[in-house]
């Protein structure tokens, strides 16, 4: 009998009030305004994952990693992958190329003087490696990354290639390196690929809808890659005035996230992206 598909596991790490839907709303001049509970739901979530054994791969903010150290060391002490999700959440469609370049090796050189360790994988905030900003993928080959995990296979009215590949594939190489790319978890239904197993969609969809995702991924011998953030964890996060959509999007599914979550670390293998990147890269599955 064939090993079991292990799956990529990971957490995008920044404070509540730094995610997209706050654009525009809450300033980065006015974060200080607003109380820090990334920490304690990163805790959570190591403590969950201590329970059942699992690694997993974090995608920490360089601007968080320099507010909150002790979290990056706990979570490199701990064996998880620490990884990049950029310095400040902007989006990679709001940046140059140079301010792109900038803003990841500035970020990439936080987690790796904090977390004594080589970074080998990138998110974008908010998925945004989109059509029109391809370039960013030779960007992170250049700057010394092996894997991105920022291409989400869907139509979506901030982010998404519904044209790009749904499982783990090269997306750039040069001089005999490669980037391999993670795509956003979808499940193909009705000749539709259709989000899962991850973020809003881990939160407000039934918990069998992403468990279908990774059980079908699975028997195809494919890994699925599902994400969240810490404060999709968060029961006391704080409300702040949204238009109706913007509000379920952020706050929805919150209360049972938790048992969401433990559901699937008890049905299904996990594993960091970085562990399956270099699998990978060396030939093997």
């Given at each position: 009998m064939a090993d079991p598909v292990s799956n990529a596991l990971s957490f995008d790490v920044e404070e509540w009030f730094q995610a997209e839907v706050f654009a525009g709303r809450i300033p980065p001049a006015r974060w200080g305004e607003f109380e820090s509970r990334c920490g304690p739901q990163t805790e959570f979530i190591l403590g969950l994952l201590g329970e059942r054994g699992v690694r997993a791969t974090f995608f920490?903010?360089?601007?968080?990693?320099?507010?909150?150290?002790?979290?990056?060391?706990?979570?490199?002490?701990?064996?998880?992958?620490?990884?990049?999700?950029?310095?400040?959440?902007?989006?990679?469609?709001?940046q140059t190329p140079e301010e792109f370049r900038d803003d990841v090796r500035r970020a990439k050189a936080v987690l790796e003087d904090l977390g004594g360790t080589a970074v080998a994988g990138y998110r974008a905030p908010t998925f945004s490696v989109t059509a029109g900003t391809r370039w960013a993928l030779d960007v992170l080959l250049e700057s010394g990354f092996l894997y991105d995990a920022s291409v989400y296979p869907i139509r979506h009215d901030r982010y998404g290639i519904p044209s790009a590949p749904r499982f783990p594939h090269v997306a750039a190489e040069r001089g005999g390196r490669r980037l391999w790319e993670f795509p956003g978890p979808t499940l193909r239904l009705a000749g539709m690929t259709l989000p899962a197993a991850g973020g809003g969609y881990l939160r407000l969809f039934p918990c069998r809808?992403?468990?279908?995702?990774?059980?079908?991924?699975?028997?195809?011998?494919?890994?699925?890659?599902?994400?969240?953030?810490?404060?999709?964890?968060?029961?006391?996060?704080?409300?702040?005035?949204l238009p109706r959509l913007a509000r379920l999007r952020h706050y929805g599914g919150i209360r049972g996230n938790a048992r969401k979550l433990r559901r699937l670390l008890g049905e299904f293998r996990f594993e960091p992206l970085g562990a399956i990147a270099r699998r990978l890269e060396g030939g093997g599955r």
């Amino acid at each position: 009998m064939a090993d079991p598909v292990s799956n990529a596991l990971s957490f995008d790490v920044e404070e509540w009030f730094q995610a997209e839907v706050f654009a525009g709303r809450i300033p980065p001049a006015r974060w200080g305004e607003f109380e820090s509970r990334c920490g304690p739901q990163t805790e959570f979530i190591l403590g969950l994952l201590g329970e059942r054994g699992v690694r997993a791969t974090f995608f920490v903010l360089g601007l968080v990693a320099e507010r909150l150290p002790s979290l990056v060391r706990r979570i490199a002490d701990a064996g998880h992958e620490l990884a990049c999700h950029g310095y400040d959440h902007t989006m990679i469609t709001r940046q140059t190329p140079e301010e792109f370049r900038d803003d990841v090796r500035r970020a990439k050189a936080v987690l790796e003087d904090l977390g004594g360790t080589a970074v080998a994988g990138y998110r974008a905030p908010t998925f945004s490696v989109t059509a029109g900003t391809r370039w960013a993928l030779d960007v992170l080959l250049e700057s010394g990354f092996l894997y991105d995990a920022s291409v989400y296979p869907i139509r979506h009215d901030r982010y998404g290639i519904p044209s790009a590949p749904r499982f783990p594939h090269v997306a750039a190489e040069r001089g005999g390196r490669r980037l391999w790319e993670f795509p956003g978890p979808t499940l193909r239904l009705a000749g539709m690929t259709l989000p899962a197993a991850g973020g809003g969609y881990l939160r407000l969809f039934p918990c069998r809808w992403s468990r279908m995702a990774i059980r079908r991924a699975n028997r195809a011998g494919r890994p699925l890659t599902v994400f969240a953030h810490p404060w999709e964890f968060d029961e006391g996060l704080p409300v702040f005035p949204l238009p109706r959509l913007a509000r379920l999007r952020h706050y929805g599914g919150i209360r049972g996230n938790a048992r969401k979550l433990r559901r699937l670390l008890g049905e299904f293998r996990f594993e960091p992206l970085g562990a399956i990147a270099r699998r990978l890269e060396g030939g093997g599955r």
